[in-house]
Each structure stands twice: as C-alpha cells, then as structure tokens.
C-alpha cells in the first residue's frame, strides 16, 4: 500500500495510462561486416544462378551504354549527309540491343527471383527445423508469438535484399561506372562539365533515403501501436461495453489516431519531394550539358547526336544511385533481422542425444528417480533429493500446493529437462543414455490445456500413432467416452477443428486428448489433471474414462481430483520441492500430516455443510 | 457498387476541396511536364541549327526553372492529394471505432477478429489509398497522354498518329497482365497464411508435438507449405519476367520506330531535326504510364471492394432499440424476470422465466451446458433483448433505462478473463478511470487478487495483456473479478467467474463478496455446487426452463437435477464423510 502511494505521486502517469504498447524490438542496426559475410553465406550454393543472374545483368549493362550512343549516331546520320544507308544500319543494331535487352531482363528477373526465393526459402527451413529440435527451456522462456515473429517476419524482410538487393547493387556500381567511362572516352570535357552533377546527385539521395527512412519508421511504429490497440479492443469489446468505457476509449483512439496522421504526413512530405529533387538536378545537369556541348557542336569537336547520347546517358544515372541508396536502407533492416535469427540459430538445445544412445527397448514401466535434484534457473532448485520408485501398471498421484515441484517431477520424466544431478532410470536404463525419440514414443503426455491441431478430430485422435485406422480411433474414443459427444456433432470424426480448438468445451477438448492417449497405448502415462471447472457432466464423463485411461500403465498424474487421487497406489506430497510423505490415501489421512491437511482445505466448507 | 462511393461520401465531402485544388495543381504537372521535350527542340533547332546563340542561356535557364515550377506543382498535388486521403482515412477510422465500440455482442459472437481486423487495416489503406493517389494517378495518366499526343499532333501529324497505335496495345497489355497477377498474388498471399498459420501451430502445441515425437512430421508439414509459398512466388515471376521487359521494348522500339521514320521525314525535309529528338523524349511519357493503367484501375476496383467491406460495418444495425431510453438514477438493485423467453436462430434458448432477486440477495443459476444460464445474465446489462416478456430493474423494464445508466451501476464478471494491455490497476479501474489508489486495492482485497499482486515485482504497476507479465487464468480471473467491484455496482453477475480457481480460493472470494458493506444483488453462475450453495435463492435450469428453485439443502431434498449434479460432483465427499465419522468414532472408542 505504502509503495503504490509512494509511486502515485512520480507515477501517476503510468497508472492512470488507459492502454500501453511496448514498441517493438529495433528495426534496424548498424552494419556489421560479420553478419553480411554469414548472411552471403547462404548465396553459396547457388552459383549457377548468381553466375548467369550476372551475365543477364552484363546483357542490360551493354544495352545501357551502347543504346544511346547508337541512337546519337543515327541523330548524325540524318544531320549529316543525308545517309539513308547508314541510319538503317544503326536502326537494326538498335532493335537488334533491345531485343538483347529484352531477353537479358528476362533471364535477370527470372534468375534474382528465384535465387532470392531459394535462399529464403531454406533460411526459413533451417531455422524453423532448428527451432523445432530446441529443448523446451527455449519455449518456456519466451511466448510462441514473439518466436512466430522471427520465423515469419523476419526472415520476410531478408526477402527483398536477396531478391532484388544484392543482384542489382552489382549491376548498379557497373552501370555508373560504365556510364562515366563512356562518357569520358567520347569526350572528356562535356563529361566532366556533365558530370558535374553526379556527386551531387549521390549525396542527395543518400541523405533524403536516410531521412525518409527515419520517417517512416516513426510511421510503422505507431500503425503497430495502433493496431496492437484495434486487435485488443476487439477481443476485449465485451468488457468495454459492459463497462461503458467507450467514450474513453474513443478519445485515447482519436490521440493515437491523429498521432499516426501526423506522423504519416510527415513522412510524406519527406517523401515526396524525393522524385522533384531528382528531376532537378537532372535538369541541371541537362542545363549545364547544353549550355557548354553548344559551344562545342559549333566548335566542330562534338556533334548533335553525342549531345542528345549524353543526354540519354545523363538520363540513366538516377536509377542506379537511388537503388543503391535502398540497398542501404535495406542492409541496416537486414542488420537487425539477421542478427535475431542468428541469436536462434546460434541457440543450442539443452536436452539432446549426446554421445552413445542406444534405442530404448520395449518398456515395462519401471520408474525409478534417484535422489533427482533439479533448478530451473541455478541456484533455486524446484526439485531437491526426489527419490521414488514406480512399479509397472501403478498409478503414481503427485500432490501439493503449485510450484511445490509436481509440474518438475513430470517435466523430468519426459525429459523436457535434464536432472541438475541424479538420475531418472526407466527399465534400468538411465533416460539420458536412450535416444530422445525412443523414449517419447514409448511415453503419453495428456496435458492440462489440450492442444488441438487444424484438421478433422480423427486427425487429432490419430497424432499420436499416424498409422491408427478411423476404426482404432472411434473404439479409443469409445474408451474413453468421448464417441457421444463427437456424433453428435455436425460433422461427426470428420468435424474440423478451429484454431485453438474453440468450439468445443475444455472438458470435450480433455476427452479428446485421452482418446489420443490411449490410442497411442504408452507404457508410461503422464496426465496433468486441469484445475479449471468441468461442466458436471463432462466431468463425470472424464472421471470414468480416466480409470481406464490408467489402467495397465505406469501413470503419474498431477491430480486434483480426490477420486483419483484415492485409487492412486501410492501418494508423493509435495512441499517446496521435496517429497514430504508417501502412501496410499487411507494411510495418509490417517496419520493426519500435510497429506490430511491438503484435503481437509480443499473439502471443509463441504464437510461441514 | 458506385454507390459506395456515395454511402461513404460524409467521409471524404468535408475535405474535396483539397483534392480540387490538388487536381488542379495536376493539370499543371502534366502541362509543364512538356516542357522539357519543347525547350529541347528550340534548341537543336534554333540554337544548334539556326545558329543564336543569344537564346542558348534563356532556354537552358528555361530548363532548370520549368523544372522547379514543375516540382513545386508535382509535390503539391502529391501532398495535397496524401493530406485529402490521410483526412478521410482518420475519420474513416475514428467512426469505425465508434462503431465497433456500440456493436451488439451478436456482431461480436459472429465474426472473427482476423475477419475485422483485416477490414480495419488492409482494406481501410486500400479505400485510403485510391483517395491518396489513385485518383491522381489516373487523371494524371489522363492529362500526360492527352497533352502528349496534343504536344505531338503539333509536331508532326503523321507521326504522332502512327505512334498513337503504341497506345491501345500498351493498355490492353497492361489491364490482361494485371488480370493475370491478382489471382497469383491471392495465391502469394493465401500460401502465406497457411505458412504462418502451420508455423504458429506447430509453435503453440510444441509441447504435445515433442511429447508424441512427432517433430518429423510437423517438419514435413512445414516445408510442404514452405514450398508451396516458394512455387507461388515463383508464378508471379514468370509474369514479371515477361511483363516489365516487354513494356520497356515496346518503348524502345518506339524510338526506333521514331528514328526510321522521323529519320526519313527530317533527310526529306518535311520534319525538323528538333522535332525529331523531342518526339524520342516525348514516347516516354506515354509508355511509364500506360504500363500502369492496370494497377491503377485495379487499385480503383480494390478500393471499391474495401469501401464495401467497410459499410457492412459502419452500417450494422443496433438490435437493441434505443427509442424507449429515458431512465437515469440510481439503483436499488431489485431484478424482476417475467415470463421471459429467448429465442436463438428460431429455438427458444430461454422459456418462461420468471424470478425476483431483491436488493442484497444472491441468486444462483445452476445447469448444464446449453441450459441458458449465460443467455439468462447476459439479458440484466442489456448485452441482447428478451423475445417475449420482460426483465425489470427497479421495476423499470431494462429497455426503458439509459444503456449507460443501467451498465455503470453493473459488475459484470465474464467468463473469459480478458485484461487489456496496460498496468493492472488500469485494468482494475477499467470501469472508474478516475478511482483512486484505495478503491483499486479493497476491490482486489476483496477478489482476493491483493495478494497475488502484492507479490509481483511492479505490483499494481506490472504490465500485463499480450506483451506484459503472462498471469494465469485464475490471476486473470481475479483481477477481473476486482475490475466488477471498483465501480461499487448495484447488481454483480459473474458469470463462471471463479472457474480456474481452485475450490479454496473460490470460497475465499464468496465469503468475502457476502461480507462486503453495501453488498450489491449477486448473480451466481459456477459449476462446482460448493460455490452456491450458501444462495438465497438456486434456480435450477434446464433446456432453458427453470426447472427446480429453492436453497441448497431444498433442492438436495427435492432429489431432482440439482440433487443428480450435487452426487455426481460430491461422491468422493460421502467418502470423506465416512471417512471423518469412522475417525470420530475410533476417537470416542
């Protein structure tokens, strides 16, 4: 109490702030020469295609510097002496240079695009298969969206530079410096004056594409806030209006909307002076070319159609110079991007297959954790000298408060982590010297929240034995009494499942996960009861199917219910990591220790009523 | 489908006059655009040809200076036509906003959020878009090619006629290329979707994946849609690679075209060489932009889609009827249902209910699913309308309060715990921004969020929502609870609100709901019994009637639903009774 009083006064703001966004993470960095050579890398096995991207590219490049000069030959055919001979001669070079030109793009288009849809393609291969193969610390530390985020836009916004970026920056530093050799060997002193401009031309450009691109961030910055807001309000829409908050709402939305309009201009005005300014110093350039090649036309040393070459020439420089100030915006995106795939890729899993593993053979369900002590983060163990032994067929309830340590056991088991010391043996094989995938195969996971993949619920029955036939996953459904509900339903099996799973209740989705479950037919179950509230006759429903859910397995259930709790064959009770009793429930209520006192919480207001 | 240009035009009407002068700014643009491609010719023709030099500095001044007075036109029109569209759009979006924050939870039950959001950002920049530029864009490719072809007819008429052919062919090629690519972009982007959606898939249920093993095969899901992506991509290459090439020959076989016979006309002596060269810089101001007339007029017909998509919700229709909306005082708390009956997609989801709860009490509902308790509760703050009779606060049919009146002098406690993305005490003043630091922190002493806030770092200054602290859902659901109180509400529905707390926290949460001064009348929705069973009143639903009424140990005498859902929840507690009088009378022994 003291501290929020404390804070009301510095942040008054803070609590009273309707809605805030955090901004994203950086858009862009500076360059690092170590990132651009790792992301180079992924160019290399393509050399075929950047070695013929390169030659349609060296196809565009002689058209662009013998197109004009031909063009100005044919003006100084028509001024000269009239030779009717000589401008068919150039007209047929020409249209024979535009149809060289014609095919080189082709070839160039087609080619970029292809090794920059290639290179991404597998980026975003090796990282979601990377990803996949990350031991769950990874995916405990951080929410699914911001992964999705790297996976999806990031490796999108390489799209561009490898497509487009690297390909045409090459052919671009060629260009300009084939156009000014050109142009300096028909006549070094209408280049020179020509020219004047270019340097000019390049600082203009780099500082209005850094400026523009400043703008513009400032711009995405807030559309995403802005959109963060619109998405959120209409998933919360409910509560705002049942608690009339529309009228604030709308003036926060107006602040950030008009917020986003100012910024938007901005940037525009940035923006769009960008073609003008170019256009002008092309016309100054134009400007100084005909004021000085007049003189020398008159002079004698140059003709008419060098003047209108160079013009054309004059013409062609603005392309490659504003690609090559993209180019640079795009390789500071690159920058941030890349360097966040890396950081994931560069992750390595901490539960792994390491050294010799043998196959684990066929299991009978011996379990036996051996003084297993274990810490999320070091230091503060969460598990701590865990010793017990499991039979095979025995069901094994874990309770005690949250956080007392039963998530770990079960975390451990299935080894999502490794024990800090000890050792989890199953069948007498220690877990860590069998291979990852024998184990889990042999192993059923029913976790709290079921997760429902997109597809038909026989497809969701079937995830756990994919060569099951429909009629082994109607009699696991059966089993477990969850074939009811699922007929009653439209479309039956073949119902198909929304994202998240929506349209069916939490207590139809658990149902599901048994038949998954016991289609699978593990020696080893591992269930964690959900807390949350079942519609009573659902829960009488996944009560029976839990008994033969169980039954014939070695099974550890996070339990909450009491009915299972009581048929378990032996009771671990947990307290701030550590097993604190041990038996059966009768034993334990008997002695009147934690076990009893635990239920005697959840179950007095009944007891007495 | 023009009409929507006209439904929308309250959007855009207050700002036309800067899209005229914008256009007229365009006109200029295009005029002066000439001007290069004139001077040019007075020079070759008069200052190379003709020999004054005198008029050498005044043309090449004209140059420079006709380009800045073009500039200054061009970003004025830009601009001006970017601010018009900017303008409207803002409007545009502040109504939608409205709009979205007055929909009927019906509208809500309906759609999708991708659904709506997609309207609100794709569609709203494609509609904003055509205002922005779009317009601009075709007149401005309108203007260009009529003064173009003017500029030329005045040259020379013979050329200006056989280079007008160019001109239809260009369009005709640059509509079928743009046919071509919207179907291949719909691919692009629907290849996408699936990507994403694969990927956000296997990410959310990574935990099920690795407990099956099954990583191989979300593998080869992956790179299934991975590929598919690719080869979409792949398709719109194949119309890049011919498209762009061909329009850019095109032109240059204009020039040679321009070369040959413009060639021979000037050695005839029927053209002038100026003439000539301003005809090779003129040919490309049609090309450019011809060769995106398809883009443009798509952008128009996309525009008009996303202006439609729009007014299905700007015009949604309130189901409520607002007319009768007068009263606004203070509430007692009493609730009246008379023979209320609800009728969903012509079921009845309610049937004849009738019921009082009086100022204070507490009334719990109790079913299965699909009995109707929510649809029961959802009727008190007006979130949809009775079929046939009538629910009364105060003895006033709710359809006669205020809206506003009657929903800030309610809690309403949804199942789904949704927290907005700011601190939790915004979250938990949501309904009184105003409220102070006291009010927030008896309102979650009392939900018994206090506790759990306490612990946390920030305490009530923690973030939380999509980007802040992850809370579990019976933290949420808590501070959802705490969020129902801070506005002191005369009548309090939760509705399945204590549902992934556990049973000792529930208890915990009535008690201190039933002790609190000032209590408001209570609506009780809970699946476990032990939540209602201390009700003044327990209405038994079934099939949307009420069924049984009466206090918990009446109805467990009754032997009815209640008492079937009271065994089936409770077996295991008969055990814990005979286990406790079995200890008692081993102590007494």
């Given at each position: 109490?003291?501290?929020?009083?404390?804070?009301?006064?510095?942040?008054?703001?803070?609590?009273?702030?309707?809605?805030?966004?955090?901004?994203?993470?950086?858009?862009?960095?500076?360059?690092?020469?170590?990132?651009?050579?790792?992301?180079?890398?992924?160019?290399?096995?393509?050399?075929?295609?950047?070695?013929?991207?390169?030659?349609?590219?060296?196809?565009?490049?002689?058209?662009?510097?013998?197109?004009?000069?031909?063009?100005?030959?044919?003006?100084?055919?028509?001024?000269?002496?009239?030779?009717?001979?000589?401008?068919?001669?150039?007209?047929?070079?020409?249209?024979?240079?535009?149809?060289?030109?014609?095919?080189?793009?082709?070839?160039?288009?087609?080619?970029?695009?292809?090794?920059?849809?290639?290179?991404?393609?597998?980026?975003?291969?090796?990282?979601?298969?990377?990803?996949?193969?990350?031991?769950?610390?990874?995916?405990?530390?951080?929410?699914?969206?911001?992964?999705?985020?790297?996976?999806?836009?990031?490796?999108?916004?390489?799209?561009?530079?490898?497509?487009?970026?690297?390909?045409?920056?090459?052919?671009?530093?060629?260009?300009?410096?084939?156009?000014?050799?050109?142009?300096?060997?028909?006549?070094?002193?209408?280049?020179?004056?020509?020219?004047?401009?270019?340097?000019?031309?390049?600082?203009?450009?780099?500082?209005?594409?850094?400026?523009?691109?400043?703008?513009?961030?400032?711009?995405?910055?807030?559309?995403?806030?802005?959109?963060?807001?619109?998405?959120?309000?209409?998933?919360?829409?409910?509560?705002?209006?049942?608690?009339?908050?529309?009228?604030?709402?709308?003036?926060?939305?107006?602040?950030?909307?008009?917020?986003?309009?100012?910024?938007?201009?901005?940037?525009?005005?940035?923006?769009?002076?960008?073609?003008?300014?170019?256009?002008?110093?092309?016309?100054?350039?134009?400007?100084?070319?005909?004021?000085?090649?007049?003189?020398?036309?008159?002079?004698?040393?140059?003709?008419?159609?060098?003047?209108?070459?160079?013009?054309?020439?004059?013409?062609?420089?603005?392309?490659?110079?504003?690609?090559?100030?993209?180019?640079?915006?795009?390789?500071?995106?690159?920058?941030?991007?890349?360097?966040?795939?890396?950081?994931?890729?560069?992750?390595?899993?901490?539960?792994?297959?390491?050294?010799?593993?043998?196959?684990?053979?066929?299991?009978?369900?011996?379990?036996?954790?051996?003084?297993?002590?274990?810490?999320?983060?070091?230091?503060?163990?969460?598990?701590?000298?865990?010793?017990?032994?499991?039979?095979?067929?025995?069901?094994?309830?874990?309770?005690?408060?949250?956080?007392?340590?039963?998530?770990?056991?079960?975390?451990?088991?299935?080894?999502?982590?490794?024990?800090?010391?000890?050792?989890?043996?199953?069948?007498?094989?220690?877990?860590?010297?069998?291979?990852?995938?024998?184990?889990?195969?042999?192993?059923?996971?029913?976790?709290q929240e079921t997760?429902?993949?997109?597809?038909?619920?026989?497809?969701?029955?079937?995830?756990?034995?994919?060569?099951?036939?429909?009629?082994?996953?109607?009699?696991?459904?059966?089993?477990?009494y969850?074939?009811?509900f699922?007929?009653?339903?439209?479309?039956?099996?073949?119902?198909?499942?929304?994202?998240?799973?929506?349209?069916l209740s939490q207590g139809q989705r658990q149902l599901?996960s048994f038949?998954?479950?016991?289609?699978?037919?593990?020696?080893?179950?591992?269930?964690?009861e959900a807390t949350a509230s079942i519609d009573t006759y659902t829960e009488h429903l996944i009560q029976?199917a839990l008994?033969?859910?169980?039954?014939?397995?070695?099974?550890?259930?996070?339990?909450h219910r009491?009915s299972?709790?009581?048929?378990?064959?032996?009771?671990?009770?947990?307290?701030?990591?550590?097993?604190?009793?041990?038996?059966?429930?009768?034993?334990?209520?008997?002695?009147?220790?934690?076990?009893?006192?635990?239920?005697?919480?959840?179950?007095?207001?009944?007891?007495?009523? | 489908?023009?009409?929507?240009?006209?439904?929308?035009?309250?959007?855009?009407?207050?700002?036309?006059?800067?899209?005229?002068?914008?256009?007229?700014?365009?006109?200029?643009?295009?005029?002066?655009?000439?001007?290069?491609?004139?001077?040019?010719?007075?020079?070759?023709?008069?200052?190379?040809?003709?020999?004054?030099?005198?008029?050498?500095?005044?043309?090449?001044?004209?140059?420079?200076?006709?380009?800045?007075?073009?500039?200054?036109?061009?970003?004025?029109?830009?601009?001006?036509?970017?601010?018009?569209?900017?303008?409207?759009?803002?409007?545009?979006?502040?109504?939608?906003?409205?709009?979205?924050?007055?929909?009927?939870?019906?509208?809500?039950?309906?759609?999708?959020?991708?659904?709506?959001?997609?309207?609100?950002?794709?569609?709203?920049?494609?509609?904003?878009?055509?205002?922005?530029?779009?317009?601009?864009?075709?007149?401005?490719?309108?203007?260009?090619?009529?003064?173009?072809?003017?500029?030329?007819?005045?040259?020379?008429?013979?050329?200006?006629?056989?280079?007008?052919?160019?001109?239809?062919?260009?369009?005709?090629?640059?509509?079928?290329?743009?046919?071509?690519?919207?179907?291949?972009?719909?691919?692009?982007?629907?290849?996408?979707?699936?990507?994403?959606?694969?990927?956000?898939?296997?990410?959310?249920?990574?935990?099920?994946?690795?407990?099956?093993?099954?990583?191989?095969?979300?593998?080869?899901?992956?790179?299934?849609?991975?590929?598919?992506?690719?080869?979409?991509?792949?398709?719109?290459?194949?119309?890049?690679?011919?498209?762009?090439?061909?329009?850019?020959?095109?032109?240059?076989?204009?020039?040679?075209?321009?070369?040959?016979?413009?060639?021979?006309?000037?050695?005839?002596?029927?053209?002038?060489?100026?003439?000539?060269?301003?005809?090779?810089?003129?040919?490309?101001?049609?090309?450019?932009?011809?060769?995106?007339?398809?883009?443009?007029?798509?952008?128009?017909?996309?525009?008009?889609?996303?202006?439609?998509?729009?007014?299905?919700?700007?015009?949604?229709?309130?189901?409520?009827?607002?007319?009768?909306?007068?009263?606004?005082?203070?509430?007692?708390?009493?609730?009246?249902?008379?023979?209320?009956?609800?009728?969903?997609?012509?079921?009845?989801?309610?049937?004849?209910?009738?019921?009082?709860?009086?100022?204070?009490?507490?009334?719990?509902?109790?079913?299965l699913t699909?009995?109707?308790?929510?649809?029961?509760?959802?009727?008190?703050?007006?979130?949809?309308?009775?079929?046939?009779?009538?629910?009364?606060?105060?003895?006033?049919?709710?359809?006669?309060?205020?809206?506003?009146?009657?929903?800030?002098?309610?809690?309403?406690?949804?199942q789904?715990?949704?927290?907005?993305?700011?601190?939790?005490?915004?979250?938990?003043?949501?309904?009184?921004?105003?409220?102070?630091?006291?009010?927030?922190?008896?309102?979650?002493?009392?939900?018994?969020?206090?506790?759990?806030?306490?612990?946390?770092?920030?305490?009530?200054?923690?973030?939380?929502?999509?980007?802040?602290?992850?809370?579990?859902?019976?933290?949420?659901?808590?501070?959802?609870?705490?969020?129902?109180?801070?506005?002191?509400?005369?009548?309090?529905?939760?509705?399945d609100?204590?549902s992934a707390?556990?049973?000792?926290?529930?208890?915990?949460?009535?008690?201190?709901?039933?002790?609190?001064?000032?209590?408001?009348?209570?609506?009780?929705?809970a699946q476990r019994?032990?939540?209602?069973?201390?009700?003044?009143?327990?209405?038994?639903?079934?099939?949307?009637?009420?069924?049984?009424?009466?206090?918990?140990?009446?109805?467990?005498?009754?032997?009815?639903?209640?008492?079937?859902i009271?065994?089936m929840q409770?077996?295991?507690?008969?055990?814990?009774?005979?286990?406790?009088?079995?200890?008692?009378?081993?102590?007494?022994?």
């Amino acid at each position: 109490m003291a501290r929020v009083r404390e804070v009301q006064g510095n942040a008054e703001a803070l609590l009273r702030a309707p809605f805030i966004y955090r901004d994203d993470e950086a858009l862009e960095k500076k360059l690092q020469l170590s990132l651009i050579l790792r992301l180079a890398s992924y160019m290399r096995p393509y050399p075929k295609l950047i070695g013929f991207a390169l030659l349609a590219t060296g196809g565009n490049l002689v058209v662009t510097l013998l197109a004009p000069y031909l063009v100005g030959r044919a003006v100084d055919a028509l001024v000269g002496n009239r030779q009717s001979h000589l401008l068919f001669e150039y007209a047929a070079a020409l249209v024979a240079l535009y149809l060289l030109n014609f095919a080189a793009s082709f070839c160039r288009i087609d080619l970029t695009n292809r090794l920059g849809q290639r290179v991404i393609q597998r980026l975003r291969d090796e990282l979601f298969v990377h990803v996949q193969g990350l031991s769950s610390d990874f995916f405990d530390a951080r929410p699914a969206g911001s992964i999705l985020v790297r996976i999806l836009n990031d490796v999108n916004s390489l799209q561009d530079l490898f497509t487009n970026g690297v390909i045409n920056s090459i052919t671009n530093v060629f260009t300009l410096i084939g156009i000014i050799a050109i142009m300096f060997s028909l006549n070094w002193r209408l280049a020179t004056v020509a020219l004047v401009v270019v340097p000019f031309m390049f600082v203009l450009s780099l500082r209005l594409t850094v400026q523009i691109r400043r703008a513009w961030q400032q711009v995405r910055l807030r559309l995403s806030r802005l959109n963060a807001h619109l998405a959120e309000a209409i998933q919360g829409m409910r509560v705002t209006e049942a608690y009339v908050r529309a009228d604030e709402n709308q003036t926060f939305f107006e602040q950030m909307n008009r917020d986003y309009m100012r910024t938007f201009l901005r940037a525009q005005r940035f923006s769009i002076p960008f073609g003008p300014l170019v256009d002008l110093t092309g016309a100054l350039g134009s400007a100084l070319l005909f004021w000085y090649g007049v003189h020398l036309v008159h002079t004698g040393v140059v003709t008419v159609g060098l003047l209108v070459a160079f013009a054309n020439y004059l013409g062609s420089f603005w392309t490659p110079i504003s690609q090559l100030g993209q180019l640079y915006n795009q390789v500071l995106v690159a920058m941030a991007s890349s360097e966040r795939i890396f950081q994931y890729l560069d992750t390595r899993p901490t539960v792994t297959d390491r050294g010799v593993v043998r196959e684990l053979p066929p299991v009978r369900g011996h379990v036996e954790f051996c003084h297993v002590t274990f810490a999320y983060q070091p230091a503060r163990p969460a598990i701590e000298d865990v010793s017990f032994v499991a039979r095979p067929g025995e069901t094994i309830a874990l309770v005690g408060h949250t956080g007392a340590g039963k998530s770990t056991v079960v975390n451990l088991l299935a080894r999502f982590y490794d024990p800090t010391s000890g050792e989890i043996r199953i069948d007498g094989h220690d877990l860590r010297s069998v291979s990852l995938d024998s184990l889990r195969r042999q192993m059923g996971m029913v976790l709290q929240e079921t997760f429902l993949f997109s597809g038909t619920l026989m497809d969701n029955i079937r995830y756990g034995r994919p060569n099951a036939t429909d009629e082994e996953c109607i009699a696991a459904a059966k089993a477990v009494y969850a074939d009811e509900f699922i007929r009653r339903l439209p479309d039956g099996y073949f119902t198909e499942v929304q994202e998240r799973g929506t349209r069916l209740s939490q207590g139809q989705r658990q149902l599901i996960s048994f038949a998954r479950a016991i289609l699978a037919d593990p020696r080893i179950l591992i269930l964690d009861e959900a807390t949350a509230s079942i519609d009573t006759y659902t829960e009488h429903l996944i009560q029976r199917a839990l008994k033969v859910l169980l039954q014939g397995r070695t099974s550890f259930v996070v339990a909450h219910r009491l009915s299972t709790i009581r048929e378990a064959d032996q009771i671990l009770v947990f307290d701030g990591g550590r097993i604190v009793e041990r038996g059966r429930h009768d034993d334990l209520m008997r002695r009147r220790g934690d076990y009893y006192k635990l239920v005697q919480a959840q179950y007095r207001s009944m007891m007495e009523g | 489908m023009a009409g929507v240009y006209r439904r929308l035009s309250r959007f855009y009407r207050p700002y036309l006059s800067l899209l005229w002068v914008s256009l007229g700014f365009l006109v200029l643009t295009a005029l002066l655009q000439l001007a290069y491609p004139y001077l040019l010719k007075a020079i070759v023709n008069r200052v190379i040809l003709g020999h004054r030099e005198e008029l050498l500095l005044p043309l090449a001044g004209a140059i420079l200076l006709a380009s800045l007075a073009k500039g200054i036109c061009n970003f004025t029109q830009a601009y001006l036509a970017q601010v018009f569209g900017a303008r409207t759009a803002f409007d545009l979006r502040n109504e939608l906003y409205r709009k979205l924050n007055h929909l009927p939870f019906r509208f809500y039950d309906e759609i999708h959020t991708g659904d709506l959001m997609s309207r609100l950002t794709a569609d709203l920049d494609a509609f904003r878009m055509f205002f922005a530029f779009g317009i601009n864009n075709l007149l401005n490719l309108f203007f260009t090619i009529v003064f173009s072809i003017g500029m030329m007819l005045t040259l020379d008429v013979r050329l200006a006629l056989l280079l007008s052919i160019v001109i239809p062919v260009l369009a005709a090629t640059a509509i079928r290329f743009d046919k071509k690519i919207g179907p291949v972009f719909m691919a692009i982007r629907q290849t996408l979707g699936r990507l994403n959606s694969g990927v956000q898939e296997s990410l959310m249920g990574v935990r099920t994946v690795k407990s099956f093993a099954r990583e191989a095969h979300e593998i080869d899901k992956f790179r299934d849609r991975n590929q598919a992506y690719y080869d979409a991509n792949i398709r719109a290459t194949r119309l890049w690679r011919t498209f762009f090439p061909a329009i850019e020959l095109t032109g240059n076989l204009g020039v040679v075209l321009i070369l040959l016979v413009g060639g021979w006309l000037v050695m005839s002596g029927h053209m002038n060489l100026g003439d000539l060269v301003a005809f090779l810089s003129l040919i490309w101001y049609m090309i450019w932009p011809m060769s995106q007339l398809g883009f443009f007029l798509n952008n128009w017909t996309q525009a008009t889609a996303a202006g439609a998509r729009l007014l299905e919700i700007l015009e949604q229709e309130d189901d409520l009827d607002a007319s009768l909306e007068e009263v606004d005082r203070p509430m007692d708390g009493l609730v009246e249902f008379r023979g209320v009956s609800v009728k969903l997609g012509g079921e009845y989801v309610l049937r004849d209910v009738t019921f009082t709860a009086r100022p204070g009490q507490t009334l719990a509902i109790v079913g299965l699913t699909g009995s109707g308790k929510s649809t029961l509760v959802s009727l008190i703050p007006r979130f949809r309308d009775v079929d046939e009779g009538a629910v009364l606060v105060d003895g006033v049919d709710v359809r006669h309060w205020k809206r506003e009146s009657l929903r800030r002098q309610m809690g309403f406690v949804f199942q789904e715990a949704f927290l907005f993305s700011t601190t939790l005490f915004a979250n938990i003043a949501y309904g009184r921004p105003d409220a102070d630091v006291d009010r927030v922190q008896e309102a979650s002493e009392v939900a018994d969020a206090a506790e759990f806030i306490e612990r946390l770092p920030d305490r009530y200054l923690t973030l939380v929502g999509e980007r802040g602290l992850g809370l579990s859902g019976g933290q949420r659901q808590r501070a959802s609870i705490a969020r129902a109180l801070v506005p002191e509400p005369r009548i309090l529905i939760l509705d399945d609100a204590t549902s992934a707390v556990d049973m000792e926290t529930e208890e915990v949460i009535q008690k201190r709901l039933a002790a609190r001064m000032g209590r408001a009348t209570t609506f009780l929705i809970a699946q476990r019994l032990n939540a209602v069973k201390d009700a003044d009143e327990i209405l038994v639903l079934d099939g949307g009637r009420i069924v049984e009424r009466g206090r918990h140990q009446e109805l467990l005498d009754l032997g009815g639903l209640y008492r079937q859902i009271y065994d089936m929840q409770f077996r295991d507690l008969e055990a814990l009774r005979q286990f406790a009088s079995a200890c008692k009378a081993e102590g007494e022994r």
